[in-house]
């Protein structure tokens, strides 16, 4: 089944209120009483939301396969559910929510129990749910959705945004009108001030470990490290940044040499068309290190089965990523034993799991003290200038590669200054050298 913008829109949306239905629910009968449990005031947990597209999205073509399927959306929405709790605790320094007191926990993000749970969710909306409902929401009148999900998608941007700053303590100031009189402005104020108030009250209560006095201190260790001498120090942004450029280049380099002694063929692996970088292996070194740098110390056994399915779950999204947004394929590991549709191999999770362990018992540590004696503010200059450079090359990149499909499959082919500059500057001869693998896909 193929998803639309717009049903993927009302997905979100209705499985965002199921999902506060049963965290509200959930927190009715543990705590006795009424409690939001969603991070905005609309009765929505975007997170639940955002899962469901997750499936919608990655897991159409593993509905012939139950198994796949359930594996599928547990790594999924766990990989989801880990990340936006790491997140959440780097803005709060606190966890929203821990499963640290149940068993088979990983750093109290995530659990088995859960994990299992999100599965068997996985395989009831991918066979079930999702067909039914994308039929029932044929039944409402186009301009009658549309209206509907731009003002929910706009009201639902203000809501996050107002319950962030409220959270971070952040006044929202209103610029008022000169016009206006200071009755007006006063009660105005007054209004913002009760707002703030409310919503403050309305998290401390839906997650008890959000206090000021924990804001206060998550504020005051930002400032601390801010404040420190040393760049890029711990698992920083910057770090992640320098890592992304050093790992997109290795990872460059590893494939081409690869591909030079198996099959004696000297081939662009390159993700972009400016630079020997491969955003796939930069992308996989930071996020690599950002999920298990506080697992560096473990067993190689645990690394190895961590890295295992990270990676494979990790190519196994890019390939469908690239071939929904370019319509083009990659890679394809048909021939390879043990492959799931092409886009992912045992073997090569394999490889991911050896490349977890030698890159954070390894090489990560040295790189990550040649990274932090940069001087901190050559460093910092030096990586906005990456960023803005990788920024136009992915936007250059993906531009020709948009326009290299057109040409090859009677799409629009209309003449524009921007179309004559990429057929000029990125014909077929080099995009296919840049891309050799490359495989249109309808």
């Given at each position: 089944m193929i998803y639309s913008l717009t049903n993927l829109a009302w997905l979100f949306f209705l499985y965002s209120f199921i999902g506060w239905v049963i965290e509200v629910c959930y927190a009715a009968v543990h705590r006795r009483q009424f409690v939001n449990r969603g991070f905005v005031s609309a009765p929505l947990c975007p997170i639940y939301g955002f899962g469901a597209v997750l499936f919608a999205l990655f897991l159409p073509e593993l509905t012939g396969n139950l198994f796949?399927?359930?594996?599928?959306?547990?790594?999924?929405?766990?990989?989801?559910?880990?990340?936006?709790?790491?997140?959440?605790?780097?803005?709060?320094?606190?966890?929203?929510?821990?499963?640290s007191g149940i068993r088979f926990n990983i750093g109290g993000?995530?659990?088995?129990?859960?994990?299992?749970?999100?599965?068997?969710?996985?395989?009831?909306?991918?066979?079930?749910?999702?067909?039914?409902?994308?039929?029932?929401?044929?039944?409402?009148?186009?301009?009658?959705?549309m209206i509907a999900l731009w003002a929910a998608s706009l009201l639902l941007a203000l809501d996050f945004i107002t319950s962030a700053m409220v959270v971070l303590g952040m006044k929202i100031r209103v610029k008022r009108l000169s016009s206006l009189s200071d009755g007006i402005q006063h009660t105005s104020k007054l209004l913002e001030n009760k707002l703030t108030a409310l919503i403050q009250r309305r998290m401390v209560r839906s997650f008890p470990a959000i206090t000021p006095e924990n804001l206060e201190n998550s504020l005051r260790e930002k400032s601390a490290r801010k404040t420190s001498a040393v760049f890029a120090e711990g698992c920083s942004f910057y770090k992640l940044t320098a890592l992304f450029f050093i790992g997109a280049f290795l990872g460059d380099l590893t494939e081409t040499v690869f591909c030079l002694l198996?099959?004696?063929?000297?081939?662009?692996?390159?993700?972009?068309v400016y630079g020997p970088f491969s955003i796939v292996w930069g992308l996989g070194c930071?996020?690599?290190?950002?999920?298990?740098?506080?697992?560096?110390?473990?067993?190689d056994r645990h690394i190895?089965?961590?890295?295992?399915?990270l990676g494979g779950a990790y190519e196994y999204i890019c390939s469908v990523f690239t071939e929904l947004v370019f319509g083009t394929v990659f890679w394809d590991y048909s021939g390879f034993a043990f492959n799931l549709g092409g886009r992912i191999n045992l073997l090569y999770c394999f490889f991911w799991g050896i490349a977890a362990v030698v890159w954070l018992k390894a090489i990560y540590p040295v790189l990550s003290r040649w990274i932090e004696k940069l001087p901190k503010r050559f460093g910092t200059i030096l990586m906005n200038v990456l960023i803005v450079f990788m920024l136009f090359n992915m936007a250059i990149s993906s531009l020709a590669l948009a326009r290299y499909t057109q040409r090859h499959t009677n799409a629009a082919t209309e003449s524009s200054p921007l179309n004559d500059f990429l057929d000029s500057h990125f014909d077929d001869e080099r995009m296919e050298r840049i891309y050799p693998n490359a495989v249109l896909v309808p």
């Open positions: 796949f399927l359930f594996l599928g959306g547990m790594i999924l929405a766990t990989l989801l559910e880990y990340a936006t709790g790491m997140l959440m605790e780097k803005i709060f320094n606190k966890k929203l929510w821990d499963y993000y995530v659990c088995l129990r859960y994990s299992l749970l999100w599965g068997a969710l996985a395989v009831v909306t991918m066979l079930f749910a999702n067909s039914l409902l994308c039929r029932l929401f044929t039944l409402i009148p186009y301009p009658v959705g198996t099959m004696g063929v000297l081939m662009s692996r390159s993700s972009v930071s996020l690599l290190t950002l999920f298990l740098y506080r697992y560096r110390n473990k067993s190895f089965l961590a890295g295992t399915l």
